[in-house]
T-cell receptor, first 110, second 114 residues
Framework: GQNIDQPTEMTATEGAIVQINCTYQ??????LFWYQQHAGEAPTFLSY????GLEEKGRFSSFLSRSKGYSYLLLKELQMKDSASYLC???????????FGQGTELSVKP | DTEVTQTPKHLVMGMTNKKSLKCEQH?????MYWYKQKAKKPPELMFV???????INESVPSRFSPECPNSSLLNLHLHALQPEDSALYLC?????????????FGPGTRLTVT
């Protein structure tokens, strides 16, 4: 199977740091994406990792360990507008097909 | 222009109706996708078009019929749908379909089948 696992829900405080983990099956791995989706809106691209290490983009960073089948999305200096669903998606060399995790619903509280 | 547009925004149709969803992008992308998304679930891939040819059909029932008239347009023709087909239908595009390019999603069409 190609299960992508991530926590269902997380809660964090405004101004804090939160880490959303994602684990996946390593066989056939060809890249991992993180998307943000606000309720009722389309997913928007956050990051792409295909090599091991940390990719930093402003307040958001994403990490990948291919040998462990593990990624995380790190959100710093949380803002209320960061409340959204965060989707981990893996490409398994199937012509653009992405396998999505169930999404992590992040709630940012004042 | 990094926008994918979809029409209509909302659609209510009966089980005997025929309707079409439309998607358009002007980013020069050569891969386009249809996804179905139910509430509180991730998007599920339905179809992939690569260079205007259907490259992936995820065993979607024939009551859904995709069409790619040119490199900028993608349609999804609907006929004899069931109430369980009610969902958000998302279109996406990427530079090519090799899997290492981000997909840009449109705002979706919220479909209700009565």
């Amino acid at each position: 199977g190609q299960n992508i696992d991530q926590p269902t829900e997380m809660t964090a405080t405004e101004g804090a740091i939160v880490q959303i983990n994602c684990t996946y099956q390593t066989s056939g791995f060809n890249g991992l994406f993180w998307y943000q989706q606000h309720a009722g809106e389309a997913p928007t691209f956050l990051s792409y990792n295909v090599l091991d290490g940390l990719e930093e983009k402003g307040r958001f960073s994403s990490f990948l360990s291919r040998s462990k089948g593990y990624s995380y999305l790190l959100l710093k200096e949380l803002q209320m507008k960061d409340s959204a669903s965060y989707l981990c998606a893996v490409n398994y060399n199937q012509g653009g097909k992405l396998i999505f995790g169930q999404g992590t619903e992040l709630s940012v509280k004042p | 222009d990094t926008e994918v547009t979809q029409t209509p925004k909302h659609l209510v149709m009966g089980m005997t109706n025929k309707k079409s969803l439309k998607c358009e992008q002007h980013m020069g992308h050569r891969a386009m996708y249809w996804y179905k998304q139910k509430a509180k679930k991730p998007p599920e891939l339905m179809f992939v078009y690569s260079y205007e040819k259907l490259s992936i059909n995820e065993s979607v029932p024939s009551r859904f019929s995709p069409e790619c008239p040119n490199s900028s347009l993608l349609n999804l023709h609907l006929h004899a749908l069931q109430p369980e087909d009610s969902a958000l239908y998302l279109c996406a595009s990427s530079q090519v379909s090799t899997g290492n390019y981000e997909q840009y999603f449109g705002p979706g069409t919220r479909l209700t089948v009565t």
